[in-house]
């Protein structure tokens, strides 16, 4: 069994997998939501704190696993450098008393994975991550071969869900926010900008729409529910078409077969409605997203792709 922890955030969370058939025998997550939620965004230091305390209360759980663990994980980038390192310190700690390996994990290969959780990986792939921190479009032919194509130049699609959702004072995280307000919203009353729009180029940017969401709620001296609605709905449509006109161009210039969301706002059901009709016009593209458990941080994902790096990597012995 494989030991793992996530920490690169506000989720603390551990797993025990199977090394030999892929089947998640313990997983717990304590999300720190409600703690940040009224800073309306992660607090490094809170988290930090908070993984401290959250951490080893879930280790307590998996004692009875602990004797068969062969090898313990762990994310070590990228992230809050004061919640990895939480993280790190436990999996460090796990390594040398059992004096079992330990496996540096990077967060966006643990999304990518997040797709196999009990399940054998299945590749080429391209791959859409759209979180918190990133929002990246990459080619994935295997562990070792991950092409990045386009991400953003400053803000993330989640990111931006989470200020236009702190700007309307509903809350954090804001992508469920904000999509659950869209829906009672008019997507057309406010004429956001579609980023990038005439740029040639696949890469994503979110500041400007922000902004734009910005001055149109100050234009609004008072805001009612149904404004909060309508912006929600707004923003979404602008937010989503930006990521749907530069998949165009890259489905334009290529031929490929299977399409994959991942990420915590690869819940979106908004993103992904748009994405399956986007793949429908050019043909028969498969799409692939995680389980809606599997779309936010879990340490799952992260014991997931160890388990490829302990297959792959033929000098490791366990
Ligand atoms: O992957 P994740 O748990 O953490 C990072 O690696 O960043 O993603 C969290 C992000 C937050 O910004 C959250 O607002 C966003 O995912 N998110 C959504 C939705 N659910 C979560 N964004 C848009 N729509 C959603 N339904
Ligand atoms: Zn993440």
Redesign the pocket.
Known sequence: MILSIES??D?SSIAITSIKTKKVLFSKKLSQESYHDKYGGVVPELASRLHLKFLPNILEDCLEFLDDIKAVAVTTTP?LKVSLVEGIAMAKAISISKDIPLIEVN?LIG?IYSLFIEKQVTLPLTVLL?????TELMEVNSLNDIKTIGKTIDD????S??KV?KMLGLG?????I??RYAKGGDENRFDFPVPLRQSPDIMFSYSGLKNAVRLAIQKLEKQNKQDQMDISASF?KSATRHITMKLKKYLKSTDIKRFAIV???S?????IGKIKVLLDEFGNIELLTPKLGY???NAQMIGRVAIEMLLCDKNRSI
């Open positions: 690169s955030c989720d992230g967060h999304h759209v979180s918190g921190g990133h993330s699609f989640g990111e869900f989470d959702s954090y995280p804001g992508g469920p904000v999509e979404q990420g915590g706002a819940a979106n059901q908004y993103l779309c936010s941080d």
